[in-house]
């Protein structure tokens, strides 16, 4: 008996079989969704509120993120058989098909290839309504175009510090060259260069692990801890600096659709690995940055290795070479952030172009959806419509405080109302 196979538009192509792809993968791009630029806020969060704080909100709001990722999952699969049961079975929208031989309790032939809406803008379609469809869209587009237009500010903001300091609009234009050409691919076609950067991210944070740690084993904290005047202090910032650190859901779907796996529990599993390893790095990496930096962390941790050194005298001739393998150093840790952001923004530009494509294939059919799968071109227009709006907003206004207390509030939502409100 034949098999049908998984389709989407994320990974839609008639002619280049059907783009499945490992769930180590899948793991990687998990990493690299939650660890754009997040990451770095988390040790002057930590110094704040209190390593035995930051430590706890990290595992709290880790385990609630899986279990938020998990009810998506649990509406994905519970989607298909709403569907039959309303005997829909040529609607759907974003859809994919369930296994003929997949096992299952009794059912019919029709309800077992009726589509099953996987979209997140299918699924608060499904499951909310109109309204709900339209909150969602409202969310994801404030979320990512306010992601997207910090990636691109940090890039260049990276370049202008440690290069020429009046090329911003320049070096914005070399991001788009990167970024563009890599959001117009597929998932599965950026595997190997998402490896790539997701390995340097990992060298980064040892570096920074190893330096950090060095320097507090053999001279002690840089400063003293920040004073606090209650037990609270810092609790109330820390939370949502965590969140945005952890923050994928939106992006649940465009994930598991080309993840080969031999049974549905597998997806969960996944991001449980997902989950539980970016818990250990973010812990290995905050704790020990804030305790050597402490009053004196940055808001960017990684700027605190400007400064770095690790000689008690830099123009002594012995520690010449030591001097300068420092300096190499600290200038990865400071400028690889500018190239971390070049694997996460592609992966935003794919989520946010596939939810525009959805509300637009929805609006020309009056609130309808097709369960016929988008063209390849269409999905490339609606990818370049969200990739290109972020950085020409990077070019006019660079300074991303006020757009990151603005997405910040989108991403608590996405990350922990959305998937609630779904199961409910």
Same mark, same amino acid.
């Given at each position: 008996?034949?098999?049908?196979?998984?389709?989407?538009?994320?990974?839609?192509?008639?002619?280049? $079989?059907?783009?499945?792809?490992?769930?180590?993968?899948?793991?990687?791009?998990?990493?690299?969704?939650?660890?754009?630029?997040?990451?770095?806020?988390?040790?002057?969060?930590?110094?704040?509120?209190?390593?035995?704080?930051?430590?706890?909100?990290?595992?709290?709001?880790?385990?609630?993120?899986?279990?938020?990722?998990?009810?998506?999952?649990?509406?994905?699969?519970?989607?298909?058989?709403?569907?039959?049961?309303?005997?829909?079975?040529?609607?759907?929208?974003?859809?994919?098909?369930?296994?003929?031989?997949?096992?299952?309790?009794?059912?019919?032939?029709?309800?077992?290839?009726?589509?099953?809406?996987?979209?997140?803008?299918?699924?608060?379609?499904?499951?909310?309504?109109?309204? $709900?469809?339209?909150?969602?869209?409202?969310?994801?587009?404030?979320?990512?175009?306010?992601?997207?237009?910090?990636?691109?500010?940090? &890039?260049?903001?990276?370049?202008?510090?440690?290069?020429?300091?009046?090329?911003?609009?320049?070096?914005?234009?070399?991001?788009?060259?990167?970024?563009?050409?890599?959001?117009?691919?597929?998932?599965?076609?950026?595997?190997?260069?998402?490896?790539?950067?997701?390995?340097?991210?990992?060298?980064?944070?040892?570096?920074?692990?190893?330096?950090?740690?060095?320097?507090?084993?053999?001279?002690?904290?840089?400063?003293?801890?920040?004073?606090?005047?209650?037990?609270?202090?810092?609790?109330?910032?820390?939370?949502?600096?965590?969140?945005?650190?952890?923050?994928?859901?939106?992006?649940?779907?465009?994930?598991?659709?080309?993840?080969?796996?031999?049974?549905?529990?597998?997806?969960?599993?996944?991001?449980?690995?997902? &989950?539980? $390893?970016?818990?250990?790095?973010?812990?290995?990496?905050?704790?020990?940055?804030?305790?050597?930096?402490?009053?004196?962390?940055?808001?960017?941790?990684?700027?605190?290795?400007?400064?770095?050194?690790?000689?008690?005298?830099?123009?002594?001739?012995?520690?010449?070479?030591?001097?300068?393998?420092?300096?190499?150093?600290?200038?990865?840790?400071?400028?690889?952030?500018?190239?971390?952001?070049?694997?996460?923004?592609?992966?935003?530009?794919?989520?946010?172009?596939?939810?525009?494509?959805?509300?637009?294939?929805? &609006?020309?059919?009056?609130?309808?959806?097709?369960?016929?799968?988008?063209?390849?071109?269409?999905?490339?227009?609606?990818?370049?419509?969200?990739?290109?709006?972020?950085?020409?907003?990077?070019?006019?206004?660079?300074?991303?405080?006020?757009?990151?207390?603005?997405?910040?509030?989108?991403?608590?939502?996405?990350?922990?109302?959305?998937?609630?409100?779904?199961?409910?």
């Amino acid at each position: 008996m034949s098999t049908a196979t998984e389709q989407s538009p994320i990974n839609f192509t008639p002619d280049e $079989g059907d783009g499945t792809m490992a769930p180590a993968y899948a793991v990687v791009f998990c990493l690299n969704y939650m660890m754009g630029s997040g990451y770095l806020t988390l040790p002057r969060a930590f110094a704040d509120a209190g390593l035995v704080w930051g430590l706890s909100i990290l595992v709290a709001v880790s385990i609630g993120a899986t279990a938020a990722a998990e009810c998506l999952l649990d509406c994905m699969a519970r989607a298909g058989w709403i569907a039959a049961a309303r005997a829909l079975p040529e609607s759907g929208g974003s859809f994919c098909r369930v296994p003929l031989d997949a096992p299952s309790p009794p059912v019919t032939r029709l309800q077992r290839e009726a589509p099953r809406p996987v979209q997140l803008p299918d699924l608060c379609a499904l499951y909310l309504g109109d309204t $709900g469809y339209a909150a969602y869209v409202t969310l994801i587009s404030g979320y990512m175009l306010g992601s997207l237009w910090c990636y691109a500010a940090i &890039f260049a903001a990276a370049l202008e510090a440690n290069l020429a300091p009046s090329g911003h609009v320049l070096y914005v234009g070399l991001f788009a060259v990167f970024v563009v050409p890599l959001s117009l691919k597929d998932l599965a076609d950026q595997k190997a260069v998402q490896t790539l950067l997701a390995f340097g991210r990992v060298v980064m944070l040892a570096v920074m692990l190893v330096t950090a740690l060095t320097y507090l084993w053999s001279m002690g904290p840089i400063a003293p801890m920040p004073k606090r005047t209650g037990p609270f202090d810092g609790v109330a910032a820390l939370a949502p600096v965590v969140t945005f650190s952890l923050v994928l859901h939106h992006s649940v779907p465009q994930i598991v659709a080309p993840v080969k796996v031999r049974s549905e529990f597998d997806k969960n599993v996944l991001f449980r690995r997902a &989950f539980v $390893g970016a818990c250990l790095l973010y812990a290995l990496f905050a704790a020990p940055v804030a305790y050597l930096f402490g009053e004196k962390t940055q808001s960017a941790a990684n700027l605190g290795w400007a400064t770095y050194h690790h000689v008690h005298d830099a123009s002594d001739p012995r520690d010449a070479l030591k001097t300068r393998l420092i300096a190499w150093l600290a200038q990865f840790v400071v400028l690889y952030p500018a190239v971390n952001v070049l694997a996460t923004y592609p992966l935003n530009v794919i989520t946010f172009g596939d939810a525009l494509l959805a509300a637009h294939r929805r &609006f020309q059919a009056n609130g309808e959806v097709s369960a016929t799968p988008p063209s390849r071109t269409s999905v490339r227009i609606a990818r370049l419509v969200a990739a290109v709006p972020p950085l020409i907003g990077a070019c006019i206004q660079p300074d991303i405080s006020s757009v990151t207390n603005v997405t910040g509030c989108f991403g608590l939502f996405l990350c922990a109302v959305v998937p609630g409100v779904l199961s409910l």
